[in-house]
């Protein structure tokens, strides 16, 4: 499948370079519990890390978790990125992900 890239828009206003992220998480019902919470944590802790004034203007956050395949965050700067809350669920088609990504 080709994708049509002339139509991507950028916020003019951030003359940056950017840096896009793409993070694969795995939700499947393997996750239940203590993964899931270590899970949302880091995430946490990932948007900690683009407090930097640099980070927050460069990289751009995307997530697509497996358990189903779901992009449950299309791309954001690091200023706009706000963790959602993961549940597990589903079996774990991490090939389909990866092909999402």
């Not at 189903?68 to 669920?89: I, R, T």
Request: net charge negative; charged share 20%.
């Amino acid at each position: 499948m080709a994708i049509d890239f002339g139509k991507v828009q950028f916020d003019t206003s951030n003359p940056e370079p950017r840096c896009p992220c793409v993070l694969l998480l795995d939700v499947s019902g393997s996750m239940s519990g203590a993964p899931i919470n270590e899970l949302n944590a880091g995430l946490h802790a990932f948007k900690e890390g683009l407090s930097d004034e640099v980070a927050k203007s460069r990289v751009e956050v995307a997530i697509i978790t497996f358990g189903p395949v779901d992009v449950k965050q299309d791309f954001v700067s690091g200023m706009q990125f706000d963790p959602p809350l993961l549940q597990p669920e589903g079996d774990t088609p991490m090939g389909a992900a990866i092909n999402l990504a």
